[in-house]
């Protein structure tokens, strides 16, 4: 079983539409919660960082970690074509080891 | 302000031939990583220096692949030889610290071993 697991999509939704991209992971060690944007034939950049459980707000984007289920989310409103992208999952454990990505969930937003 | 600069972008190789790839991390970044990223595994860390340092290998493949950091400005990943399942797009990223901080990646490498 992968440390991290992501549904590859692709979701296609309209222009203006919420988005929900999910991660589920698999070691309750995990503290970290960071959700990273790769535009094609880019390096993924970092979109969102949260530690604690509950929602973490910026613009039009809201993660939003549950530990208790293992459990993390990415909102996105008022989707735009420019959001177009695939978006991983990433965690960490307080002692840092590594970085776990899931394998991205590729996102198409259309006009 | 630079990013991370990789180098070539892609490379297009016959099995068995010697492949280095190459980075050059944001300036002050005392952390640089190499990934390996498939449609299959997504993104994998190979191994990181600190502070021109290998710190963790540990997931670095095979003896095929090694990595080196001379200098603070400068970083390669060997494959020698290589195999067509090494094929894959390989990134370099840096940062100022492990943990919170964010890790900025460079635009890959895209390697196709025939």
């Known amino acids: 079983q992968k440390e991290v697991e992501q549904d590859p999509g692709p979701l296609s939704v309209p222009e203006g539409a919420i988005v929900s991209l999910n991660c589920t992971y698999s070691?309750?060690?995990?503290?970290?919660f960071m959700w990273y944007r790769q535009y094609s034939r880019k390096g993924p950049e970092l979109l969102m960082y949260?530690?604690?459980?509950g929602n973490k707000e910026d613009g039009r984007f809201t993660a939003q970690v549950d530990k208790s289920s293992k459990y993390i989310s990415l909102f996105i409103r008022d989707s735009q074509p420019s959001d177009s992208a695939t978006y991983l999952c990433?965690?960490?454990?307080?002692?840092?080891?590594?970085?776990?990505f899931g394998t991205g969930t590729r996102l198409l937003v259309s006009p | 302000d630079a990013g991370v600069i990789q180098s070539p972008r892609h490379e297009v190789t016959e099995m068995g031939q010697e492949v280095t790839l190459r980075c050059k991390p944001i300036?002050?970044?005392?952390?640089l990583f190499w990934y390996r990223q498939t449609m299959m595994r997504g993104l994998e860390l190979l191994i990181y220096?600190?502070?021109?340092?290998?710190?963790?290998d540990s997931g670095m493949p095979e003896d095929r692949f090694s990595a080196k950091m001379p200098n603070a400005s400068f970083s390669t990943l060997k494959i020698q030889p290589s195999e067509p399942r090494d094929s894959a797009v390989y990134f370099c990223?840096?940062?100022?610290?492990?943990?919170?901080?964010?890790?900025?990646f460079g635009d890959g490498t895209r390697l196709s071993i025939l």
């Open positions: 990223a840096s940062s100022l610290a492990l943990g919170g901080q964010p890790q900025h």
């Open positions: 070691n309750s060690a995990f503290q970290y």
């Open positions: 949260t530690y604690s459980s």
């Open positions: 990433a965690t960490f454990t307080s002692g840092f080891q590594k970085l776990v």
């Open positions: 300036s002050g970044h005392d952390y």
């Open positions: 220096f600190n502070n021109n340092v290998p710190i963790d």
